[in-house]
């Protein structure tokens, strides 16, 4: 890793106010990155920024919301006079049966996740192109191996592996990097959420190893933040799912059988699955939700 190589830089970050964008904040601040954090906590991104070791601002904004993601990017802009790295982290989870889900929450999942990441490409992809900078669609392993139990959020996240890779191939002769992050399990208040439901967390440690594991917050951040650093195509927060790629093509006639099995094992409990956003970050998500309504 070459030093100084994000000295001067100007980073925006969605989904600053806690887990993966938080650290990733403090991590690229760290490294001498200017930073703009942007989310639904104002009180949170506050807090964060206070902690930076550099210039930085926050901005309280829906991802999902064009005229404020392009304010944000208007601003943004103005303040630091450039945009060097954008990262769309923002990001809510649902989990439980398909056929039981709350449509609202359903659809929500793919508006943060899938419809945020692309509304923040089109605000910044302007600052980008003038920068000759980089963007990074955070994704995850469920882009790679979806599985029962978590259809909006699987499918959101092979939405955004998909536009990305789309994306790269229209903005890469303009100068413009576009990447992947992949994460697997990773210790943040969105898995903790999630984990708090006993079928839930019983079904993921039924996965395979390594998909079982949940994986510590620091490691898989700085692999994210090498991966900015080398402008990469594909980062990966875990070593092990580069491993899975290869494979990929496989894994849902596996999946489909497997799953069918431990449906039928934990049936008689799924009645009782929340069926809200899970964590912090979901909970905050839906208090905006319902003062905007």
């Known amino acids: 890793m070459r030093a100084g190589r994000l000295e001067g830089k100007v980073a ?67 303040r630091f006079g450039r945009v060097d790295i954008v990262v769309a982290n923002a990001g809510v989870a649902s989990g439980g049966p398909f056929a039981e889900s709350d449509p609202d929450v ?59 890779h789309s994306l790269r191939a229209e903005v890469g002769h303009l100068g413009v990097g576009v990447g992947v992050g992949y994460l697997s399990w990773t210790d943040t208040d969105m898995v903790r959420g999630a984990d708090e439901d006993d079928a839930m967390r019983e079904l993921r440690g039924r996965l395979p190893w390594p998909a079982n594991r949940t994986y510590p917050l620091g490691p898989a951040v700085d692999r994210l933040v090498a991966g900015i650093e080398r402008r990469s195509a594909h980062v990966y927060a875990q070593g092990w799912l580069r491993g899975m790629q290869p494979v990929r093509g496989f894994l849902p006639g596996l999946i489909a059988s497997v799953g069918q099995r431990e ?25 905006g939700r319902t003062q905007r309504k």
């Open 106 to 164: 359903w659809r929500r999942v793919i508006e943060v996740n899938l419809i945020g990441g692309a509304v923040t490409a089109r605000a910044f992809l302007p600052a980008l192109k003038e920068s000759r900078g980089y963007f990074l669609q955070i994704a995850s392993l469920a882009a790679i191996s979806p599985a029962p139990m978590m259809s909006a959020y699987c499918a959101s996240k092979s939405g955004v592996e998909a536009f990305a």
């Open 12 to 78: 925006v970050v969605t989904g600053a106010a806690r887990g993966v964008g938080e650290l990733l904040a403090r991590e690229l601040s760290a490294r001498g990155a200017k930073v703009a954090l942007v989310g639904l906590e104002a009180d949170e991104l506050k807090r964060v920024a206070d902690r930076l070791r550099t210039e930085c601002g926050h901005w309280h904004a829906d991802v999902t919301d064009h005229v404020a993601m392009a304010r944000v990017a208007r601003e943004a802009g103005r």
């Open 263 to 287: 449906m039928r094992r934990f049936e008689p409990r799924l009645a009782g699955v929340r069926r809200g956003l899970v964590g912090a970050g979901g909970a905050a998500d839906e208090k």
